[in-house]
């Protein structure tokens, strides 16, 4: 019974929970020894929260025992990224820097997700501050994936991913610039989203006007991810982008007929970039999914130029903003590919900032008008299947060099350029039984349709069901 409650979904735990056929006690116990038994193996939560988290529960069980009012998220275990702050609980950041930090307040995000009743488990592991795709830091060391333990787990959510994939908790939260929600989701067989900019909000934020950066959640299926985003969505007064919509507007059934759908799929971003034959052996088959269900799948792709300057210029920026001073103080708790970023930031004129956003208007728009003839976008989530876990990036793609560790990564940060909603849903394994996602970009703010899109093709391919051996 304890192996099905932790690859229940977490719409059925909340449905079980909320008629009185399972306690959360029970449903936060069996998680703790899930992670007890499969954690050591795959390292992807780094602090555990199990006493807290059981005094926690039982306060729940009391709470709905009484007949007071709960939350959607009432009684489910959650483990929070490494980069959220949690009242109380360490918070490292993956950094030697802060080790031994323990915030005395909840970021938003956390405080939104215990709001509607999730009760916190733990810590999910991530790279050091965030900064690349590969899930390793000095501080906890490197965490696996668990299709293949030899392979990386992807980032900077990786942590979140390999849980979720393993049954150590049903929801999680997570954070993506560059596709630190949707790679890691791709390696690892589950369902991350990349929300448009304001949708989740952020406090507290430095740069509380930037665009790139967002907070979004992680499942195992597109339905449970739009349950978390609909308790962590909505306006925030102290987020000056958030937006108006209310979380509960994708508390709704995602059913949608496939039928007359327009899409365009790109298995290399317009041959903008390599892509590992692997990759694309898994994805178009994938992709001929929609054609079968009535949609009509055009090659095409919008005009992406611009994406990769936009990009690299205001991360160089906002990781100047945020970690420039840490860097001055302790230049030796820096991974050298971090420090370089923060180094390239600081070299940036206003000439630099003025020509990106230039270049971000003009990309806005001609996205903009490419999605006038087309309900969303199909392409790679990541241009290679997960990597040896001991590398620190690819470098080579399809006889290619990769010469920086966010060169590889493409196929998603051209997609945080454009601002659009994003998701990445299991599309397949390659014959080595590595997982493979599929990209889906919908227009400017249109989340819900982009969920919707993901939920056709998962119900009708059912990748996801297809667990890790472990």
């Known amino acids: ?12 735990l909340a449905r079980l929970i909320g008629v009185g056929e399972l306690s959360a006690r029970e449903v936060v116990s069996a998680h703790l020894d899930r992670i007890e038994r499969v954690n050591p193996t795959v390292n992807a939560i780094v602090t555990v929260l199990g006493e807290q988290a059981l005094d926690r529960a039982r306060k729940a069980d009391e709470q709905f025992a009484a007949g007071r009012a709960v939350g959607p998220l009432h009684g489910l275990p959650i483990a929070h990224k490494d980069l959220h702050d949690v009242a109380g609980v360490r918070t490292t950041y993956g950094s030697r820097l802060l080790a031994d930090n323990v915030p005395d307040q909840d970021s938003l995000i956390v405080e939104r997700m215990h709001a509607a009743g999730a009760i916190t488990i733990g810590m999910t592991n991530v790279p050091e501050f965030g900064a690349g795709s590969h899930t390793f830091n000095e501080v906890f060391g490197v965490t696996r994936n668990p299709y293949d333990l030899g392979r990386s787990a992807g980032g900077s959510s990786g942590g979140a991913a390999a849980a979720l994939a393993c049954g150590m908790h049903p929801l999680a939260d997570g954070s993506d610039m560059g596709g630190s929600l949707r790679n ?13 900019p304001g949708r989740v909000p952020s406090w507290p934020n430095q740069a509380a006007w930037q665009t790139m950066s967002v907070g979004g959640p992680m499942a195992r299926s597109v339905a449970d991810a739009a349950l978390l985003l609909s308790a962590i969505a909505g ?6 982008i958030s937006l108006e919509t209310p979380g509960a507007a994708f508390d709704v059934p995602l059913d949608r007929d496939p039928t007359g759908l327009r899409l365009a799929w790109s298995p290399d971003l317009g041959g903008t970039v390599p892509v590992d034959p692997q990759v694309t052996a898994v994805l178009e088959p994938a992709v001929a999914v929609f054609t ?7 090659r095409d792709c919008p005009d992406l130029s611009g994406a990769e300057e936009i990009f690299r210029t205001l991360r160089a920026w906002q990781f100047n903003l945020a970690l420039g001073t840490w860097l001055d103080q302790r230049p030796d708790l820096f991974k050298p590919a971090l420090a370089a970023n923060i180094e390239a930031g600081r070299t940036l004129t206003e000439a630099d900032l003025a020509t990106a956003e230039l270049l971000h208007t003009n990309l806005f728009h001609r996205v903009r008008e490419f999605f006038d003839h087309y309900d969303a976008l199909l392409l790679p989530v990541s241009q290679v299947p997960p990597f040896d876990i001991d590398l620190e990036y690819p470098t080579e793609i399809a006889s290619t060099p990769m010469h920086h560790y966010l060169d590889w990564m493409r196929s998603s940060y051209f997609i945080s350029a454009t601002g659009c909603p994003s998701l990445s849903v299991p599309a397949g394994f390659t014959p080595t039984g590595l997982p493979i996602g599929l990209q889906i970009v919908g227009p400017h703010r249109a989340d819900l349709s982009v ?3 993901g939920n056709i093709f998962e119900s009708a391919t059912r990748y996801a069901e297809t667990r890790p051996a472990l």
Do not use: H, K, W, Y
């Open 1 to 12: 019974m304890s192996s099905e409650i932790c690859f229940m979904s977490a719409r059925e």
């Open 184 to 196: 890691p989701a791709s390696f690892c067989n589950v369902v991350g989203f990349r929300p448009s």
């Open 235 to 240: 306006p925030d007064p102290r987020d000056p």
């Open 292 to 298: 079968d269900l009535g949609a009509t799948v055009d």
């Open 451 to 453: 969920l919707q899109i």
